[in-house]
């Protein structure tokens, strides 16, 4: 865990007391009082039952959403100085389904935010290769079929790859591997825990999943009608005296036959 | 004399009235594909516009033909007797489902394909010319082909204010009682349109994606 530990006191992202509501609704809030320092190289995990307001705080890093109140700063600037679209393009975006374009093969949509900042073509090629093979994928096998051909694992490892391909310091993942069986499931979260110890990546993940948080956090923020209710490191986090953290703890225990 | 030797003895006149028809349908359809496409884009982000435009665009549907193609007579410019009322009547009929399908198939999209193309950094016009508009392609075209059908049937009306085509034929026949001559007109009118729904269909099918 934190390995690290040169680079650790930057904080790479930053929410001073956030709050975010509907519109032009203020009672009706779904993120409030949310202060967060989120330092490089950290995988902070955001647990949360759904509706809780995990998928809000994500956006409001890349400032899909901009704060109504407080601040989110992202490198030490506010999201809402920073031209959107070069924030954004530092930002690696996965999500369930991966959203991959059906129009592009998968050597396309891995190519994307390269191609967008002009990466000439041979320097793209190789970078998809790159990325493919990081993610466990043979580039001959794979790099000309459409997102269609693939399996929901295989459509995952590209979502990744493609998040992956312009090196952004920052991961964001919201619920990357919820749609899939548990098996593969399993399969992706395992690599994908190995994956992040060798890439120097400030890695902000979505779940409601608490095995996957465990798995793969080096902290876990859990979340709350939209508040911030604990957070801890994996180890500490079992230990935490707090209702809702007990509600997501008993969730792993299984008595096979109990209800028999 | 049967309708067989009636079109064979005047295969010519047909063929140059098919002609005719066909391009009048070309010309109306590229005016259309030209509003509607482009109309169509624009309304997507607006609600208001979207409403009026899909509004003004079916209450043209809704005019009997015939009737159109009588208004649009006295109106200055482009009213008058000939062809080029005729293009705009047919234009008018042809924007619905052109307009429509653009905004259907524009706003259809996975919404994870949409998002993510925002999250990795798009802007709004990459996101129309190189996300939106190519896996919205498929349904713009079955709104084309539909246009087109409507539009080739709707031209043999157009004889009646003197735009020429196949339904010279069908008029003339009707007027003389002669099935000779409106199956001149409409054989090859039925044609043209089963002709145009297979090769568009055929491009539609092609496009498809998913």
């Known amino acids: 865990m934190n390995a690290k530990p040169a680079s650790i006191s930057e904080n790479l992202i930053e929410f001073r007391d956030v709050a975010y509501h509907i519109n032009d609704i203020p009672t009706r809030m779904i993120v409030s009082d949310i202060s967060l320092r989120i330092p490089r190289g950290e995988t902070l995990v955001l647990l949360g039952r759904s509706g809780s307001g995990k998928t809000t705080l994500l956006k409001l890093i890349n400032g899909m959403l901009l704060p109504p109140k407080g601040v989110v700063l992202v490198q030490n600037c506010a999201t809402t100085e920073w031209n959107p679209i070069r924030l954004r393009r530092g930002i690696g975006y996965v999500i369930q389904e991966a959203g991959l374009f059906p129009h592009f093969t998968v050597a396309e949509n891995v190519a994307l935010v390269p191609t967008l900042e002009n990466w000439d073509a041979p320097r793209t090629a190789a970078r998809v290769q790159e990325m493919l093979h990081l993610v466990g994928l043979d580039p001959r096998d794979f790099a000309h079929r459409l997102p ?47 994956l992040v110890r060798r890439l120097d990546k400030t890695i902000v993940f ?7 948080a465990l798995l793969l ?23 935490l005296d707090h209702a809702e953290v007990r509600a ?8 096979p036959g109990a209800f028999v | 004399m049967s309708p067989w030797t009636f079109i064979l003895d005047h295969r010519g006149e047909i063929l140059s009235a098919t002609l005719d028809h066909f391009t ?67 234009v008018l009929y042809a924007l619905l489902p052109i307009l429509r399908n653009t905004y259907v198939g524009l706003t259809g999209i996975d919404p994870a394909v949409l998002e993510s193309a925002e999250a990795m950094g798009m802007t709004r016009s990459q996101i129309l010319f190189r996300v939106r508009l190519p896996l919205a392609l498929a349904v713009i075209l079955a709104g084309i082909r539909t246009a087109t059908i409507i539009t080739i049937g709707v031209a043999t009306i157009a004889a009646a204010i003197g735009a ?12 003389l009682v002669s099935d000779a001559l409106i199956l001149a007109g409409a054989i090859p009118a039925a044609l043209l349109a089963l002709i145009a729904d297979f090769l568009l269909g055929f491009l539609e099918r092609r496009l498809r994606i998913s």
């Open chain 1, 148 to 194: 269609r051909e693939l399996s929901g694992g295989q459509r995952q490892r590209v979502g990744v790859a493609r998040a992956l391909a312009a090196d952004p310091p920052i991961l964001l993942m919201d619920e990357p591997f919820g749609a899939l069986d548990p098996v593969t499931r399993a399969e992706l979260q395992r690599e994908f825990s190995a």
């Open chain 1, 206 to 212: 979505v779940t409601h999943d608490l095995r996957e």
């Open chain 1, 217 to 239: 956090a080096s902290r876990i923020v859990l979340l709350q009608a939209g508040r911030i209710v604990a957070s801890a490191t994996p180890q500490e986090f079992l230990r």
């Open chain 1, 248 to 255: 997501f703890t008993s969730s792993l225990s299984v008595s």
């Open chain 2, 24 to 90: 009048l349908v070309v010309i109306a359809m590229a005016i259309a594909i030209l509003i509607g496409v482009p109309l169509g884009m624009f309304i997507v982000q607006r609600p208001t516009l979207r409403t009026i435009a899909l509004g003004i665009a079916s209450i043209f549907q809704t005019i009997p033909s015939l009737a159109l193609f009588g208004f649009l007579i006295p109106i200055p410019f482009i009213g008058g007797i000939g062809k080029r009322t005729a293009i705009v009547a047919l």
């Open chain 2, 164 to 175: 020429g085509g196949l339904g010279t034929f069908i008029f003339r026949g009707v007027a």
